[in-house]
Every structure is written in C-alpha cells, then in structure tokens.
C-alpha cells in the first residue's frame, strides 16, 4: 500500500487481551445504535437543511450542476498554474489538488446515481459523472499540462530531489497521460477523448441495466410460485436470482428469467468492448486487456490466463468432487430432477455445509444481530488500531434515507480520522449489491490540515422487524467484516495525496485488507466477544463457531472455480478483437471451459457477474 497506515497494534496482543466477557443483553453505543428500527427524524420547519453528506450545495438535485461548474472552474485556475511556474515538487501538490476537486464531485455523483432514492438526484449526478468524466479525458491529453509534469521526472536532478511518495504520485500520474494517448496527433488524441467519453456514457447504461427487474407473463410459471415474486397485475417481477430459495422451480424460475438476454444490453455490451479495443489500439495496445493491466503485478493478459489456466487444472478433481455431493443432496431431496443446474450450488452447498456441521444456518442469527457484529467489529478494531466507532446523528438532509447511520472513526491517539456511511437496508431500486465508496479521499491540505476521508458502505440487509434486530446470516456477518476492511483501508491509509489515499492503491493490493478482516470473522478468539444471542445474551457456544469455520471449507474449490470462470469471461471479453463470435457464444464456451455445469440457452451472466477489467 502506497502511504504509511497508522501503527496497528501487535496481533499477538489479540490473544493475550481477548478476554471473556461476561453475558449480557447491554449494547455498547454503536451496537445499540444499529440494533434498533431508524425513527423517523423530527420535522423541523425551521432548521436549516444541510446538503447530502454535508455539501450545502447538494440539497437539491440541482446543487450537482453548481458543483461541477466549481470543480470545472477551479480546474482551469490549477491547471494554469500548474502550466506557469517551473517544475519541482509544487507541480505534484497541484495536480494532486486538480485532482481532488474533480473527484470530490465525481465521486460523490458516482455513488448518489447508483444508489439515491431519487430519480431527480440520479439523473443530476449521472450529469456530473459524464461532466466530470469528459473533463479528466481532455485534461489526460492535454499537452501543455503534460509537458510541465515530463519536464520534472526528465530533469534527473529535480526527480531524484523528490520524496519516493512525490515521486511515485508523479510517475503514476505520467502513466495516465501515456496510456491516453498523450503521444499521439492531435486528431488521434481528440479521437481518443471522443473513445473516452463513449466509453463512460455506455458504461453507465450498461452497469445501470444491470440492476432494473424483469418482468414475465404470469402464466409461463406455475401457479404455485408466483407468491414467490413481486405481482404485478398478469405479471411477475423478478429482481434477483433468489439463489437460497428452498424450490428448485423458483430458483430456476428466478435464473432463466432474471439472466434472459436484453437486446439493449447485449448491444450496449457489444459497443462497449468494441470501444474499448478501438481505445487500446489507438493508443498503442494490442487489446483493452493489455492496456488495462500494464502495471499491475501480473503485466500482462497472457500472464493471467496462465494463472487462471493453471489454477483450473490444479481446482478440477476437486470441483467436480463438490458438484457430486452437490448432485447428491438434489438426488435425495429431488430424485425426479436431480441434475446439477447452474442455479442449484449456492442452495445445496449451504445444506451440505449445514449437514457437516450439525447446525441450521438459520440457528446463527440469534447471536449475529447486527447491532453484536458491530460492536465486535468496535471492539476489535479498538484492540488491534486503537480506533473507535463512534455514532453520529446525521444533520438534516445529510443522507439520502431515513435508515443510514453515521460513524465517526476516532483513533486514540491521532483524533478524529473520517466518516463512515452505513447504508445497510434493503429498499426498493437498490443495487443488490455489497460496496464500498469513495466520497472524497484523504490527503494533507495546503494549509498543512488533513483532509478527512468520507466513504460509504452499502450492503443489502433486511430491514429489523417489529419483534427483533436484523439478525445476519454467517455469510452476512463476513460480507460486513469485509466491507468494514475497506473502509478502515481508507480511514488508515494517510497519504500525503488523495490520489493514492486508501484504497486508490494498486488493485492488485485492495482487497488485501478486507480478506483479511474474513479471517477474523472466522476466528473464535474475535467471534466470542461479540457472538451473544438478543434476548438471552448468551455467548454463542465454541462448538457451534468451530463447526462454522470448519463448514467454510465445504465447497470451497466449486466457489474458486465460479470465481475462475468469471476472471477468464473477462479477460477474453477484453482480449483481441475482432472475436469472431458474439459475447453470448463466448459466455457459453468459457462455461464450459471454466466452470463444469452446462450453459444454461437464453441466458447470460451479466447479472451476476460483470464485465469489469476497467471501467
């Protein structure tokens, strides 16, 4: 990671202070916070509202076109300066503030379009975005801003009196002039700018179709599962593949009708690779795959079809070992239709990993309210980093939904580090999808002040009821640790400059952290100070932890194997073109190279895995 963290405390302390706790029903704070139904916030007429996440500007959707005509102004002005003065280490200090205030609009619009209630606020930031994102492609090649940051790391005496953090933020940046064409003629580069754009715009439609239901006459299913599914007069609504439904038919149901190909995406898909290989060749690439992995660890798409290749071979007897006991349970529980479908692993692996362990997986809710995970998740991070999260009650207006909470992250020592945004609950329009966001990155102000971070995490969780708290799945706690990394990436990794704050660190590194919260929601030492049942505040029993963590490993090669198939898609939907076949006729030969269960006709997997070397 680019930046150093704040010194984490030695894991070996985990063991020594991880005491027991004594059973209690009490919350700390933030426990208590997340496990009580949201009230509603009292009406104040009076009060002045405050714009989303505190930006006065925003509340209204039409507050996104003040701020971007700001960032566009401020822009100008650094890139000026930026032009004008001689080159040394105040030319990295400026492009890193022009950087700043181009992504402090396009962040926040990035997430408000995806996720606000709002159509009028979607729309207005899908504006910014597009705004926001045309201006980066000019600036990207723009020779004379180009010039002024070559001319520094050209002067081998004015490169080598660089800090190694200036240094490498001043490489990274040259990077993005060169793999945008900054070599090229000027009509080359206005193509490129023009290639850039087409991209961002059909992106955007591409990943916003990927979220909206689909609907289906009621009468092409059995009666008996359309309880199953929204109705919408001779309609079904399906918005999710309902990979845990108990009935087969609803899970195939939900696969053939969710993941039926959309002639609008599949040609959005198809323009959308055709214009990211134009893009790489224009600018010197043999493929979007090669130009997308220039820098990363692994260089090049040859280096990581090898791997994947590799990795297949090496996964095959044991995948096919896991689709066996998979094809078992079916045959016992459905003799009648008892071949392994794409849409059976996630529901007949639970039940075998249930089966291993002796314990219903729905006998581990009691002790994971999500009010218990998140005071582990406080407890924990106060052992290891010396952080706390601390609740606050958002202003009026600050957030998009009355249920988001707000968490102030405070270390012991350094104060206040940023804000967190837990937008955990399920509503309607919402991405089913788990995620971090960046709203503004971290970095050390002109003034000498630290810029604090803003980040939000979106989960999917259902709402508490009436009689109890959100009670989580074990899969649902480990999914919230993971998230939890991310944010701590942001929240520790103090940078210098925002453009390599947290986790805008390489993408080989970024999920490094939030793996590694995983290995502590499988740990029993952090599970059983946080592990206690709502009513009883009993802890829950050692037995029952180990046999989760035991159950983890169950089918464990058929979910790599998933993970294998979607990587190879990509690379190949990003590899050489033209292809010679259609995306679709790509889909199902690399299912069956890569997967091991049979391509499923009329569908595809855009759903539930996205096309997504870069953006």
């Not at 980040?455 to 939890?484: A, W």
């Not at 089918?555 to 998933?562: G, N, R, S, V």
Request: proline share 6%.
């Amino acid at each position: 990671m680019r930046g150093a963290m704040l010194c984490a405390r030695r894991l070996g302390g985990l063991r020594a202070r991880l005491g027991a706790r004594q059973v209690s029903t009490s919350w700390s704070p933030v426990g208590a916070a997340f496990n009580v139904r949201p009230q509603g916030r009292r009406l104040d007429l009076f009060g002045e509202r405050q714009g989303l996440f505190g930006v006065p500007t925003l509340r209204a959707p039409e507050g996104f076109r003040v701020a971007q005509e700001r960032a566009l102004r401020r822009t100008e002005q650094l890139v000026a300066r930026a032009c004008s003065l001689p080159p040394g280490p105040q030319t990295v200090l400026l492009f890193d503030e022009l950087s700043d205030a181009l992504c402090r609009v396009a962040d926040l619009a990035d997430f408000v379009r995806i996720a606000h209630p709002e159509a009028a606020f979607r729309e207005a930031a899908e504006e910014a975005c597009r705004s926001i994102g045309t201006a980066v492609e000019k600036l990207n090649t723009n020779v004379e801003l180009y010039q002024s940051l070559q001319k520094l790391l050209a002067d081998e005496r004015l490169a080598n009196s660089l800090d190694p953090e200036t240094r490498r933020v001043a490489e990274l940046f040259l990077f993005d002039f060169e793999i945008s064409g900054i070599h090229l003629d000027n009509d080359k580069r206005r193509r490129a700018v023009d290639l850039n754009v087409k991209i961002l715009d059909l992106s955007s439609t591409f990943l916003m179709g990927t979220n909206l239901p689909v609907k289906a006459e009621k009468h092409l299913l059995p009666e008996r599962v359309w309880h199953h599914f929204e109705v919408a007069g001779d309609h079904v609504v399906v918005d999710g593949l309902r990979a845990e439904a108990p009935d087969d038919l609803v899970r195939e149901a939900a696969y053939k009708i969710f993941l039926y190909p959309n002639a609008g995406q599949l040609k959005c898909l198809e323009e959308l690779l055709s214009n990211r290989d134009l893009l790489a060749k224009l600018v010197g690439y043999e493929s979007f795959s090669h130009r997308a992995l220039q820098g990363t660890m692994a260089r090049s798409p040859e280096t990581v079809m090898q791997f994947l290749e590799k990795l297949s071979d090496k996964l095959s007897e044991r995948t096919m070992k896991d689709f066996e006991m998979m094809r078992g349970m079916k045959m016992k529980l459905n003799p009648q239709n008892s071949e392994l479908m794409p849409w059976d692993p996630p529901y007949y692996s639970s039940l075998i990993r249930a089966e291993r362990s002796s314990v219903e997986p729905g006998a581990y809710g009691p002790f994971f309210s999500l009010g218990a995970c998140m005071d582990g998740l406080d407890v924990l991070l106060g052992r290891l980093l010396g952080v706390s999260l601390r609740v606050q009650q958002p202003a009026p207006g600050e957030v998009w939904a009355q249920d988001v909470r707000k968490l102030a992250v405070v270390h012991e020592s350094e104060g206040l580090l940023g804000y967190i945004y837990c937008d955990f609950f399920q509503r309607a329009d919402k991405p089913h999808q788990d995620c971090h966001f960046t709203i503004r990155g971290g970095r050390v102000r002109e003034d000498g002040s630290y810029q604090l971070p803003v980040v939000v995490l979106m989960l999917n969780l259902p709402q508490p009821s009436r009689d109890s708290p959100t009670l989580l799945t074990p899969g649902m706690m480990e999914n919230l640790f993971h998230e939890m990394g991310h944010a701590m990436h942001s929240m520790l990794g103090r940078t210098r400059y925002q453009h390599v704050t947290g986790t805008r660190c390489p993408t080989d590194f970024a999920e490094v952290p939030s793996i590694l919260m995983e290995y502590f929601a499988a740990d029993y030492r952090v599970v059983q100070q946080f592990a206690r049942h709502y009513q009883t505040g009993q802890s829950l029993p050692r037995s029952m932890v180990s046999r989760l963590c035991e159950s983890k490993k169950v089918c464990a090669a058929a979910d790599m194997q998933l993970q294998v198939f979607y990587a190879a898609l990509d690379q190949l939907y990003h590899g050489p073109h033209p292809r010679g076949r259609c995306t679709t006729d790509v889909l199902r030969a690399t299912q069956e190279r890569f997967y091991g269960l049979p391509y499923v006709p009329g569908t595809v997997c855009f759903r539930s895995a996205l096309p997504s070397t870069t953006s």
